[in-house]
């Protein structure tokens, strides 16, 4: 006798397309985020003095913070890791690897956002009230030195998880 299973049905063909979508552009989005902070924002506070940096990434940090941001952040895991059960429960295994993929590749996206570059913007705001001068210019500088690059690891695995996605989509397609 076998045991019983509990697992969950896949969505309907219609509905794991939606999601797949939905994942790919959440995706997208996030990765042209990132993208915009390595090529535009941070090179344009770059050529600001240290109080205004601080003062200016505290505001987006602020701005962030927001329900649109929380929807893509959030929504991109959520629709990726549907999309690739959803799949793999309708036999489109391959398509599923590649969306499984993406999930991987965006996790460590953001894991990196929630071990790095929070706490490192907490800690500029924290620290920039207490600062001035050499101070400021040194937690400036510290901040910069691993916030970008951290920053960049985001971009890389977005835009691969991007691509990863993307892939789902033609194979789904051609199924």
Not at 15 to 25: K, N, V, W
Not at 42 to 59: E, K, N, Q, Y
Not at 81 to 96: D, K, M, N, P
Request: proline share 4%; aromatic share 8%.
């Amino acid at each position: 006798m076998t045991a019983p299973t509990t697992s969950l049905p896949a969505l309907p063909g219609g509905r794991t397309e939606a999601s797949l979508y939905a994942a790919t552009i959440a995706m997208g989005l996030s990765a042209g985020l990132y993208f915009a902070f390595d090529v535009s924002v941070m090179p344009g506070l770059d050529r600001t003095d240290d109080a205004a940096f601080a003062s200016a990434m505290g505001h987006i940090n602020d701005a962030i913070e927001n329900g649109f941001f929380g929807l893509v952040f959030f929504g991109a895991f959520l629709a990726t890791g549907v999309s690739g059960v959803s799949l793999r429960r309708l036999g489109h295994t391959r398509a599923a690897r590649w969306t499984w993929a993406a999930l991987a590749l965006y996790s460590a996206a953001v894991a990196v956002t929630m071990k790095v570059n929070i706490p490192l913007n907490r800690r500029l705001a924290r620290l920039t009230a207490e600062a001035s001068g050499p101070e400021l210019a040194l937690l400036r500088e510290r901040f910069r030195g691993s916030w970008t690059p951290a920053n960049a690891a985001r971009t890389l695995a977005c835009t691969a998880a991007l691509a990863c996605l993307g892939r789902a989509l033609t194979l789904r397609a051609r199924a």
